[in-house]
């Protein structure tokens, strides 16, 4: 029983209850402008991104250029709007320019990858919205990391474990990776089951887990070359916007070429 103490309040404390209400309004807003669409989800997409330049100039060491990497970016989320071009090679050139542009500026590439990080991801989201099952197939991709993120979680506090790369990632083990694959698994067979969810895209979703922590570890050395815990201080108990899409970073733009891929034939 007092071994057993620590890792109870480690999954229902006070940090817990946090992330939990940080969680639940951080999911409420995303599903309504999902939900939504069109304008909506462009314009929080935007803010995120340029949110997510902010903090990369913070943990690249670059923030007397911030608002230049920001404006930078602001002409390809432009471009990706209902009003312009949206996500299409046209965007995709834009989003290219404004990395050079300020690798040239900065004489470097560091800022410069920003622009692609933030980028991509919101044009593939706006691309799977777009679609005719554009809301099933947005809302799981996101959802995906959401289960892998919780099931990871709760496996890695519960079960514990060996560790995958402590240099790195201290807290994150080969238990909370299982349990991250299971809970992405079991949640896309659901939407198969009950919103028919193209099989392929239920077989890709342990996967998909992989990769989205592989996301977060790539954001948890950012973070350790930086010197910092969290990317940001701007959701109470995850951090910055960072900190909480850092998997969805590479999930979105892999979903929305395997449906790219698929456009010509009917998935599932």
Known sequence: MVAAEPVKRSLFGQDLAIRTVSGIVLVA?????????GIAFWLLLMAGALAMQHEWAGLVGRMERRRLSMLALMAPLSMLSPFADGPGFLSLGFIIGGAFFIATIDRGFRLA???????VPVMALLYLRQ????????????????????GAYFAGRGIG???????????KTWAGLAGGMTAALLFAMLLREHLDLPYILVLASAPLAIVAQMGDFLESWMKRQ???????????????????VDGLVPVAPIVATLVAANAFWALG
Not at 29 to 37: D, M, Q, S, V
Not at 113 to 119: D, R, S
Not at 161 to 171: D, E, F, L, R, T
């Open 161 to 171: 474990g060996p560790k995958i790369a402590p240099s790195i990632s201290p807290s």
């Open 29 to 37: 807003i995303a599903g309504t402008a999902l939900w939504l669409g």
């Open 226 to 244: 930086a010197g910092v815990k969290d990317s940001g201080t701007l959701i109470p108990g995850h951090g910055g916007i960072l900190d909480r």
């Open 113 to 119: 990858w920003g622009v692609l990080y933030c980028a």
């Open 131 to 150: 679609q005719e099952n554009g809301l099933l197939l947005a809302f799981w991709t996101m959802a995906t990391v959401w289960a892998t993120d919780i």
